[in-house]
C-alpha cells in the first residue's frame, strides 16, 4: 500500500491522457497546501471529523468483493451494462450492447484519448477542499458512460462501489454524460461490509446537453466504520432535464457535497433524498442549485429521520442570476427526530438576483405525529405497529420519486428493518 505522496500519483496516473495528467499535477499542489476542513468553515459547519487522509493507504489491487448481481441490482431483472469497482479499481464491466460507451475510465481513455476530457474533472474544482484535491491528484479508475446523440437507452447502467480493505482510501470517479436528445439511466451504489474500516472519496460528474434526459439514482450502504465524503455535480443544458435520487442509510459519517448547473434556457433539476441515521452515524448532505438560465426549473425534496446518537445535516442553498428570469425553484427538508439522543440540522438558503421568479424553501423538524398515531390505534393496531407505519408513510413521499421506483422498494424495506430493529432492541418505541 502506498502513501498519499507525489509517488502514489505518479502511479495512480501511469495511464493518463495529456488532459487529464495537467489536472492531476495541479491537483498534486492543491493538495500538499490545502489543510483538512474544520467546522469554523461555513461549508462544513456542524460536523467535527475524528480522522484525516494521513491515516489511510492507497492499495495497489483490490480486495474480495461481493457478488455483482446480489442486492439492489437483483431488483434490476436488466440491465444496459454492468461495472464493479472495488478499493477503487474497476474489477469487472460488462458494456453491453446499448449504443452507448460504457466502461472503465482507464480503457475508454486507453481506446478513444480525448472523449472523456470534457467530463471528467472538469466540473469539480480540485481547489475545492483537501478531499477534492486528493481524489484528483491520486484517484485512477472508475467508471464512465457516454450517450451518443440522439440514442435512448431504456434499461439502466448498474455500477456498484465496494470497499473491500481496512486501512485503505479509494477515489472511484464516475462520469456520466447524455449528449444531445438523448437518454438513459444509471443505478449507482455504495456499499462495504460492516467491520471494514475505509475511507472512500468518491466523485459523480453527470452532464445533460440540450433536450437530453438522464436519470440516476445513488444507494449509499456503506458499513457502520466505513468514511465517506462523496461529491457530485450536474451540469445541464437547454431543455435538458437531470433526476437524481440519493438513499443514505449507512457509513459512519456519510457526507455529499452537490453542485447543480442549470446552464441552458428551459434546463430542469429534480433532487430528491431519503436518508435514516441510527447509532452513531453522521449524515451530512449540503445541496446548492445554481439558475443561470432562462425559464429554469428545479425541485429539492429531501426527508430524513434519525434515532439513538445520530446526527443528520442539511444544508441546502439556492441561487437565481440576475438573468435567471421566469425561474420556478423549491426545496423541501423535513426530518423525523425519533430518539432524544439525536439531533438534526436543516438550514435551507435562497440568492435572489433576478426579479420575475417563484421560489421558495420549507424545512421541519420533530417526533412522530401524536394524532396520526392515535388514530391508527384507534383503528386496531397497536403502538410500535403504528410508529411503524408512520414511518414507512413518511419515507413513501420521498421514495416514490425515485429515478428508478424498483429501487425505492429496496430501500424502503432496509429503513423499514432499521427501524424495526431499533423497537426489538427497545432503543425507539
Not at 423499514?416 to 427497545?426: F, H, M, N, T, W
Request: net charge negative; charged share 20%; proline share 3%.
Amino acid at each position: 500500500m502506498k502513501t498519499l505522496d507525489s509517488q502514489a500519483a505518479a502511479a495512480a496516473g501511469a495511464a493518463d491522457s495529456p488532459w487529464r495528467a495537467d489536472r492531476r499535477a495541479t491537483a498534486v499542489e492543491y493538495y500538499e497546501k490545502l489543510d483538512m476542513p474544520s467546522p469554523s468553515e461555513e461549508v462544513w459547519r456542524y460536523v467535527d471529523l475524528d480522522f484525516a487522509l494521513d491515516d489511510y493507504q492507497i492499495t495497489d489491487a483490490s480486495g474480495d468483493a461481493h457478488e455483482l448481481g446480489v442486492g439492489i441490482a437483483a431488483s434490476l431483472p436488466q440491465t444496459a451494462g454492468s461495472l464493479l469497482i472495488v478499493d477503487g479499481h474497476v474489477v469487472d464491466a460488462e458494456s453491453g450492447s446499448s449504443g452507448a460507451v460504457f466502461g472503465s475510465l482507464r480503457g475508454i481513455m486507453g481506446d478513444q484519448p480525448d472523449l472523456l476530457a470534457p467530463y471528467v474533472g472538469a466540473r469539480i474544482p480540485a481547489d475545492l477542499d483537501k478531499f477534492a484535491a486528493a481524489h484528483a491528484a491520486f484517484g485512477s479508475d472508475g467508471a464512465a458512460l457516454v450517450v451518443p446523440r440522439g440514442v435512448v437507452v431504456e434499461e439502466p447502467f448498474f455500477i456498484d462501489v465496494q470497499a473491500a480493505t481496512s486501512g485503505t482510501v479509494a477515489f472511484p470517479h464516475i462520469a456520466l454524460a447524455a449528449e444531445e436528445s438523448s437518454q438513459a439511466s444509471v443505478v449507482v451504489r455504495y456499499r462495504s461490509d460492516d467491520d471494514i474500516d475505509a475511507l472512500v472519496v468518491p466523485q459523480l460528474e453527470l452532464s445533460v446537453a440540450a433536450n437530453a434526459n438522464l436519470k440516476v439514482t445513488v444507494v449509499q450502504h456503506w458499513g457502520r466504520k466505513t468514511r465517506s465524503i462523496g461529491y457530485a455535480n450536474a451540469v445541464v443544458g437547454r431543455d435538458g432535464n437531470v433526476h437524481l435520487g440519493e438513499a443514505g442509510v449507512g457509513a459512519l459519517f456519510s457526507r455529499l457535497y452537490l453542485n447543480v448547473d442549470l446552464e441552458g434556457d428551459g434546463s430542469s433539476a429534480n433532487i430528491v433524498g431519503a436518508y435514516f441515521g441510527d447509532e452513531s452515524q453522521t449524515l451530512d448532505y449540503r445541496y446548492f442549485m445554481h439558475h443561470a438560465g432562462l425559464n429554469t426549473d428545479s425541485d429539492m425534496f429531501l426527508k430524513g429521520a434519525v434515532q439513538d446518537e445520530s446526527l443528520s445535516v442539511f444544508t441546502g442553498m439556492i441561487r437565481i442570476d440576475e438573468g435567471a428570469q421566469k425561474t420556478n425553484a423549491y426545496q423541501t427538508n423535513r426530518n423525523l427526530i425519533l430518539s432524544d439522543g439525536a439531533s438534526a440540522q436543516s438550514v435551507p438558503n435562497l440568492e435572489i438576483l433576478a426579479n420575475d421568479v417563484r421560489c421558495g424553501h420549507g424545512s421541519t423538524m420533530g417526533p412522530l405525529d401524536d394524532e396520526q398515531r392515535y388514530y391508527l390505534m384507534s383503528r386496531g393496531l397497536d403502538e410500535l405497529r403504528s410508529n411503524r407505519l408512520l414511518v414507512h408513510g413518511f419515507f413513501n413521499e420521498a421514495l416514490t420519486k425515485f429515478p428508478e421506483p424498483a429501487i425505492a422498494e429496496v430501500v424502503a424495506s432496509w429503513i423499514d428493518a432499521k427501524y424495526r430493529a431499533a423497537q426489538e432492541a427497545g432503543r425507539v418505541k
